[in-house]
């Protein structure tokens, strides 16, 4: 898991009910594969691997919301990535609870892009 300083200086400055929410789900990203890297950009963690993969949209409170820029272009069955734009998806998630219904799922998603940008 290759967290970075600077993404660790981000989450000092960030005040927001979710963000033990966002912090999990940083855990899980980082995690699903080992070629994922993160950095700020557009002032949130964002996730990237041959692209950009997702990144937090850091003002919501009601919910940790992640957006994957190119998320339609990736392949299998994901009910949570959601959104009918050409290129961006998003996944929500309202809790720590629910995070770990989702958190598979999740780390799937980006394990499918790894797997998409590798062919």
């Known amino acids: 898991m290759a967290k970075t300083q600077e993404v660790e200086d981000w989450f000092d400055g960030y005040d927001n009910p979710m963000k033990p929410v966002v912090a999990a789900m940083r855990e899980v990203i980082l995690a699903a594969d080992p070629r ?6 557009w002032q949130a963690p964002t ?3 041959k692209g950009n993969i997702a990144s937090f949209f850091p003002k919501a409170k009601k919910h940790a919301s992640l957006m994957f820029h190119k998320g339609a ?3 299998g ?6 959104g009918d734009g050409k290129e961006a998806r998003s996944f929500k998630v309202a809790s720590l609870d629910d995070l770990e219904a989702k ?13 998409m940008k590798e062919d």
């Not at 069955?77 to 959601?82: G, Q, R, S, Y």
């Open 36 to 41: 994922v890297t993160e950095c700020v950009k």
């Open 103 to 115: 958190s598979d799922e999740l780390a799937a998603i980006v394990q499918a892009w790894c797997a």
């Open 73 to 75: 272009e990736i392949q």
């Open 77 to 82: 069955k994901f009910p949570n990535l959601v």
């Open 47 to 49: 996730f990237m691997f």
